[in-house]
């Protein structure tokens, strides 16, 4: 994860509406949805802290975290790993003139409410010669002069920028040399919401993952009923904008200061547990390539509790099955033909109990539909 996540999460956190009126930026909201959804949804996740000097200052997230095994820490992951390290800051400086030349990083920052937003950016990515030479500090001998070739070439492409730009353009730097660092590592990367919107429709290696497929499948269902009650009204009267997780525990949540500790309460419940092992085990799986038929699978599973949720929210119709029916008559037998609904069929055959990880799924989706957006739910809160 981003230290620019963790950072934007820790500042919408200690939000105090008694010392400023003004709400969290739309960023450090997400920023702060994402570091719940982690806290539910993985074993464990860290920042890089190369490119500071002090620890993250969020003393609660520390503390609920060494009480709960230890799911968020900080590691070091630049230097130290030769040509590997040196080729990805190479590649990373080439996929930002990439972004610059087709004018998609300059879009990018357009979507912005505001480009005063990117003071929210720790001050590396305003200095372009403090960010070469930190960066340039970070590599091996010997490959020192080919990585300061390639980052001389952003840098004076840069110069003709503005500030703005130029500050956007060394913070997707940064996501490139990370995204590729993970996919060499085979480690899961979150992005802060800013790269992940750059790094769309970005030719590079991506690894395919269950987590994603599930929270997706999972989505639309809330989206297919949004879409419903929006035609109904002729316009938008319901926000797209609902992260499940996230959404899914500040309801459970009277007051701001309680968000750490409910997100742990159901991170340790035995339904999300299930869930987790579940997700991390076809994730696995498919990190390696390796038992096709527990994929498939579990590929199954999701696709008949979603198709089975949209039964019971009537968002689709219920299949009908063709049988024939003979009739005993007097000097002769007829038959007639008839549509029976395939689900009565179904529901007599399913077991009594649902696996564990399919509750928490079928939780999550079905509440989907009946709480508040974050964003919503977080003015709302006491302190």
Known sequence: ???????????????????????????????????????????????????RDD???????????????????????????GSVHAELLRTSARQVRRLLGTGHLVQSLEIMPSSDDLEILPPLYHDSAQFMEFTLAGVDDGFERAVA???????????????????????AYRGFYY????????????????????FSNQPIESRARFSDLVMGRVARIREAVRGQINDEFGGSAISADFPL?????????????ALLKTAVEVRRSAKATA?????????????????LVTIKAAQDELRAL???LELELGLT???????????????????????????????????????????????????STRLTPFALAFQRLAP
């Open 149 to 171: 070739r390639e980052l001389r070439a952003l840098v004076g492409i840069l110069e003709t920028q503005t500030a703005a730009v130029r500050s956007f353009a060394l913070f």
């Open 275 to 291: 869930f987790r092992n579940w997700v991390h085990g076809i994730d696995r799986k498919l990190r390696d390539q390796e038992d």
């Open 317 to 367: 119709k219920r299949e009908k099955q063709q049988v024939t029916l003979t009739l005993g008559v007097p000097m002769f037998s007829a038959g007639t033909t008839t549509h029976v609904p395939r689900w009565r069929t179904r529901r007599r055959l399913r077991m009594p109990g649902r696996r564990p990880h399919l509750v928490f799924l079928r939780e999550l989706a079905r509440e």
């Open 245 to 257: 997780i996230a959404s899914y525990v500040i309801s459970q949540c009277a007051t701001r200061g």
């Open 179 to 198: 995204q590729g660092l993970a996919c060499a590592a085979c480690a899961p990367y979150m992005p802060h919401a800013w790269r992940s919107m750059l």
């Open 1 to 51: 994860m981003d230290n620019t996540t963790i950072f934007g999460a820790l500042r919408a956190f200690e939000w105090d509406p008694s010392r400023t009126r003004r709400l969290p930026s739309g960023v450090d909201l997400r920023s702060l949805m994402d570091v719940l959804e982690a806290i539910v949804l993985v074993e464990g996740f860290t920042v890089d802290n190369s490119s």
């Open 306 to 308: 979603v198709h089975e």
């Open 55 to 81: 620890h993250v200052n969020w003393r609660d997230l520390y503390q609920i975290s060494r009480a709960n095994g230890d799911f968020f820490g900080e590691t070091s992951l630049v230097g130290g790993s």
